[in-house]
């Protein structure tokens, strides 16, 4: 479309492609968030405890809403002049962020609770970065993917740098403002090179809508090996592995994952990660198709040295917030397997939402654990912390059992049947070399999952402190029912999506 | 066929899980332990009675068949269930180990008693799955359900050196259970069945089996990965360390049912499946099965820790179990079911006894005993039973000596000279058993053991120890006598299956 002759019935037909209720999801939560500002205002501040749960139900119901209509009208269209494709995998993206950002609030209430702070500001940036992670996950245009990931990116400078008076999280703040900067440009170089060659008159089916998805791919595969496109190919991947923590891009991950709020490294953890996959996923599977082969090798690469990276990283280290960080780096290893399996056969592709979906049941009840377990320094949660929570507390000792187990991979939990359905698909695509490397990441990672959850569940002798010394960990936070109900239910669909696929394995399978 | 409303194999595996799940909700402990009992004994009186009722015209396939689907079936995964000839004697062994070790487990009052019961029926509902699954997946998947409570058990309810016997065990074994996996994996992808069921794997690979060295590359991946989790030497050092650590009841199910898995899975699956692949590796096989036999058994003589020992022994015990499998025939495969069944019953036995033997000298260490049958005249002769029994000695350890004659006319069979070192270790078993025998029981009480009766009075075995002991001995003692009930249907399903291995044997003989 060619904006610079605009014409009133041009501009008539672009708005006809506007169809407001195929983003209702999204504006919902926008106006949810301004809700929650005015409701700070209004409110007397006896009342202002109940404005979390407003966010919360509000999102249960736009949840139940999704389901209800999760196949719309729209699906498989595109809308705001082909800023926006509606697919089924894009429904499944929104309803993961949904379900991502209810935990983020409910863990911001209880971490949040130990600190010093205004409150409602948290869920209100919380809900608005939901909204433009479902928004960049059915972008159809680079200009919506970028708009989104820099919305997206945006809050998080503003979350992870949220307790202010703690300096961790103001230097993590400070390196994901830099880093996620780097990222930006590398992936905006990578866009505007895109751009430029496909836009090149002389070469054939050139077009001047070079940042549409559907156009550039058309482009793309009428000019095979093009050097200057597969820079900016190469330059968005890695703008993207910015995001999903990919190696040698992951150098950010653990001081982030350290200093940000408990809540907010569960987001960056879950959401952040998973958006970059969604993204990944279009790109490579849709748009950059006809660059198979090099987006494969490239991808291959990046996954074998994520996997390895992140599990030996991960061995030694003793803060909790840095090992589920490196260990993350290492998931995005088998996530990067299954995108690369997935570019070779296509699939592969419900085994990286199986595997998505299974970490983020699994994480959450991790980091539910976590908030629980962490003192009024959120930065400071070491694996001693843990010492005794066996006895202390058996429920949040068996939820983290559940979910480290889930997260190792190990059967019958959903993170197993994850990471089996990868291997599947990997093995299918004939990508032997890498899954030797993940099954060897695998074992690494036995060691460093186990030895959390030996810390928490196995007595070990310590010296009694001496009278009138300072405990040396912080006290655990009584679990509340809400939070418990949450957690409980986390650990159990850990366990029945390992035994019981059912309708969502035949969902993520059949395609 | 069974008359049951129900499907027994399904209920098998499901009673112990639901009763786990119930104490995991919070069921009281006096409901916990009573439910419990219903747990242990449902899985074996359902495999009581799929064995009375087993078809005699099953005839090499499955009996007892049922599918479900859990969601993955347009991969080809679903839960089929059934027994065959080869599954249906390690399926009933399982529920008798496993009521054996719930009895034991119950009456020990091991701390925290809820939580050890529920890791225990959960490690006996995944065993039970394993030889009931007809599906190649879920047979992996009940191995490692009921693998995960045993690192746990070692870690919690472990003895000496409990933490990082639980640890090693961990890493060994799921570097075992991956490579396995991965094998299994390939297998589903290159045999072009769209499917893991092991019936139309069967029949996709024998109407068109994969290229020779594909085959070769499979088996070895296979071979290692069940070796590590058999305890092949010398991958097996995770073995004696971890059932010198391991709650007793937890080494019973362990050694005595889970590992068998590998050898199952050779039996069953790789052999059946990769005729041609198998020949290239049997030689490594059989030299690693003799290094169990030989190198192991000379250590286990020098063991002076009992329990360490019995883990020892168990080690070595199975390096019959593989020499049998690299034999390449229905006769090396039949014993080596026969051996699986003896060996689970027997080294059971010696795990329990070991442990009530510590109860009542207050060590392991065979040194500091001495004496103990004049005080406990019954659990003497329990333990020299299940010692002959290990050995392989006619009369308790008939069914021992059935499954290692079968297999030592395998291998004289297969390679004449290799009869020698396997019918050593028999010696070598003799040897550190008898030895161990006389130190407990016999002679003079040591000044330690004297010591220690002055404030904890030995009395004999009691009824709750003695059921359990009674239980796997009787089963044991009766199986030796009356071999047909496992051999006749074996030999229908071996009949059915191995004439292809057979013959790809002897055509690629190295």
């Known amino acids: 479309m060619n904006f610079a002759v605009m014409n009133p019935d041009l501009l008539r037909s672009a708005a006809a492609d506007n169809l407001w209720m195929a983003i209702f999801p999204e504006m919902a939560l926008g106006l949810l968030a301004l809700l929650l500002l005015v409701l700070e205002v209004v409110l007397p501040k006896r009342h202002h405890a109940g404005i979390p749960l407003v966010a919360i139900f509000g999102q249960l119901g736009l949840l139940v809403g999704l389901f209800l209509t999760f196949s719309p009208p729209t699906l498989g269209q595109e809308t705001f002049n082909g800023l926006l494709h509606h697919s089924r995998d894009g429904q499944f993206m929104r309803a993961f962020f949904l379900v991502c950002s209810i935990l983020v609030c409910l863990l911001g209430t209880v971490a949040l609770a130990k600190q010093r702070m205004p409150r409602i500001e948290f869920y209100h940036i919380v809900l608005v970065v939901t909204a433009a992670l479902m928004l960049l996950a059915q972008s159809n245009h680079f200009v919506l993917l970028f708009v989104a990931l820099e919305t997206v990116t945006v809050g998080f400078y503003i979350l992870v740098s949220y307790f202010r008076a703690n300096p961790l999280s103001l230097e993590a703040g400070l390196k994901y403002l830099i880093m996620g900067g780097l990222s930006s440009a590398l992936l905006l170089f990578g866009i505007v090179l895109l751009y430029g060659v496909s836009g090149n008159p002389n070469l054939p089916l050139h077009t001047a809508n070079g940042m549409n998805f559907d156009e550039l791919r058309a482009f793309l595969s009428a000019n095979p090996g093009n050097w200057l496109a597969q820079i900016g190919i190469i330059l968005v991947l890695a703008g993207v592995a910015f995001k999903v923590g990919a190696f040698p891009f992951q150098i950010w991950v653990p001081d982030v994952y350290q200093g940000a709020p408990t809540p907010v490294t569960a987001f960056l953890a879950v959401a952040s990660k998973a958006a970059g996959f969604a993204v990944l996923l279009v790109l490579v599977l849709k748009v950059f198709s006809p660059y198979a082969t090099l987006t494969v090798p490239v991808l291959g690469v990046l996954a074998a040295t994520t996997l390895i990276f992140g599990n030996l990283a991960a061995l030694t280290q003793h803060n909790v917030k840095r090992l589920i960080g490196l260990s993350g780096v290492s998931h995005a290893g088998f996530l990067l397997l299954g995108v690369a399996a997935a570019a070779v056969n296509p699939s592969a592709l419900g085994a990286v939402y199986f595997y998505l979906a299974a970490y983020l049941i699994a994480s959450f009840a991790v980091f539910g654990v976590m908030a629980h377990v962490a003192g009024a320094d959120d930065a400071d949660q070491e694996l001693d912390h843990y010492a005794g929570l066996g006895r202390e507390s058996p429920f949040l000792a068996l939820v983290l059992a559940v979910g480290l187990g889930s997260l190792a991979g190990i059967p019958p939990l959903a993170g197993f049947m994850g990471k089996l359905l990868v291997f599947i698909g990997a093995i299918e695509a004939g990508l032997y070399p890498l899954v030797a490397l993940a099954i060897i990441g695998v074992v690494i990672s036995i060691y460093y999952y186990f030895g959390w959850i030996k810390a928490a569940l196995f007595d070990t002798w310590s010296a009694p402190a001496p009278e009138g010394a300072a405990a040396t960990r912080p006290p655990r936070t009584p679990v509340s029912w809400s939070a418990g109900l949450a957690l409980g239910l986390l650990a159990l669909a850990s366990v029945v999506l390992g035994f019981y696929q059912g309708g969502f394995g035949h969902w993520v399978l059949n395609r | 066929m069974s008359q049951l409303p129900f499907d027994p194999l399904l209920a098998a595996i499901a009673a112990p899980l639901v009763v786990a799940l119930a104490i995991a909700l919070g069921l009281p402990k006096r409901f916990s332990v009573k439910l419990a009992y219903a747990g242990f004994t449902v899985p074996a009186l359902l495999a009581l009675h799929c064995w009375y009722h087993f078809p005699a015209d099953a005839a090499g396939g499955y009996a007892f068949v049922t599918q479900y689907d859990t969601g993955l079936t347009l991969l080809g995964i679903s839960l089929k269930l059934g027994l065959n000839g080869v599954s249906l004697p390690l399926f009933v062994m399982a529920g008798i180990v496993g009521l054996a070790a719930g009895l034991y487990a119950i009456q020990s009052s091991a701390e925290r008693l809820k939580l050890y019961l529920m890791l225990l029926l959960i490690m006996h509902g995944g065993l039970m799955g394993v030889f009931a699954s007809v599906d190649v997946f879920f047979f992996y998947f009940f191995h490692e359900l009921a693998l995960i409570p045993t690192f746990i058990m070692v870690?919690?309810?472990?003895?000496?050196?409990?933490?990082?016997?639980?640890?090693?065990?961990?890493?060994?074994?799921?570097?075992?259970?991956?490579?396995?996996?991965?094998?299994?994996?390939?297998?589903?992808?290159?045999?072009?069945?769209?499917?893991?069921?092991?019936?139309?794997?069967?029949?996709?690979?024998?109407?068109?089996?994969?290229?020779?060295?594909?085959?070769?590359?499979?088996?070895?991946?296979?071979?290692?990965?069940?070796?590590?989790?058999?305890?092949?030497?010398?991958?097996?050092?995770?073995?004696?360390?971890?059932?010198?650590?391991?709650?007793?009841?937890?080494?019973?199910?362990?050694?005595?049912?889970?590992?068998?898995?590998?050898?199952?899975?050779?039996?069953?699956?790789a052999l059946p499946l990769l005729p041609q692949g198998a020949p290239a590796w049997t030689p490594l096989l059989a030299w690693l099965a003799l290094g169990n036999i030989v190198i192991i058994g000379l250590i286990t003589i020098a063991q002076r820790d009992l329990k360490q020992m019995v883990g020892y022994a168990s080690v070595m015990h199975v390096g019959y179990g593989f020499l049998g499998v690299a034999c390449l025939s229905a006769l090396g495969a039949g014993g080596v079911v026969l051996f699986m069944v003896a060996h689970g019953l027997t080294v059971a036995l010696l795990f329990l006894l070991a442990t009530s033997v510590h109860h009542r000298t207050g060590t392991f260490d065979m040194q500091e005993m001495g004496g103990l049958a004049q005080k406990a005249p019954v659990?003497?002769?329990?333990?020299?039973?299940?010692?002959?029994?290990?050995?392989?000695?006619?009369?308790?350890?008939?069914?021992?000596?059935?499954?290692?004659?079968?297999?030592?006319?395998?291998?004289?069979?297969?390679?004449?000279?290799?009869?020698?070192?396997?019918?050593?270790?028999?010696?070598?078993?003799?040897?550190?058993?008898?030895?161990?025998?006389?130190?407990?029981?016999?002679?003079?009480?040591?000044?330690?053991?004297?010591?220690?009766?002055?404030?904890?009075?030995?009395?004999?075995?009691?009824?709750?120890?003695?059921?359990?002991?009674?239980?796997?001995?009787?089963?044991?003692?009766?199986?030796?006598?009356?071999?047909r009930a496992i051999s006749e249907p074996l030999n229908a399903t071996l009949q059915a299956v191995y004439p292809a291995v057979e013959a790809a044997a002897t055509r690629l003989a190295p």
């Open chain 2, 155 to 269: 870690g919690i309810w472990g003895g000496r050196d409990r933490h990082y016997a639980a640890m090693k065990l961990t890493i060994y074994l799921t570097l075992g259970a991956m490579l396995s996996l991965a094998g299994l994996i390939a297998i589903y992808v290159q045999s072009g069945a769209q499917s893991f069921d092991l019936v139309e794997l069967r029949r996709a690979l024998t109407a068109q089996p994969l290229a020779l060295g594909l085959q070769k590359y499979l088996f070895g991946l296979l071979l290692f990965g069940f070796g590590i989790l058999v305890s092949l030497w010398p991958f097996h050092t995770w073995a004696p360390l971890g059932y010198g650590a391991a709650p007793s009841s937890a080494a019973m199910l362990h050694a005595g049912v889970l590992k068998k898995f590998g050898l199952y899975g050779f039996v069953q699956i």
């Open chain 2, 379 to 483: 659990l003497a002769a329990f333990f020299l039973t299940a010692m002959l029994a290990s050995i392989g000695l006619p009369g308790p350890g008939l069914l021992n000596f059935w499954g290692e004659l079968t297999i030592f006319m395998a291998v004289y069979n297969h390679a004449g000279w290799m009869v020698v070192p396997a019918v050593l270790g028999v010696v070598i078993s003799a040897i550190y058993g008898l030895r161990a025998v006389g130190r407990i029981f016999y002679g003079q009480p040591t000044d330690a053991f004297l010591a220690h009766q002055q404030n904890h009075p030995v009395a004999d075995l009691r009824w709750s120890e003695r059921v359990p002991v009674l239980i796997l001995l009787v089963t044991l003692i009766a199986l030796g006598l009356w071999p």
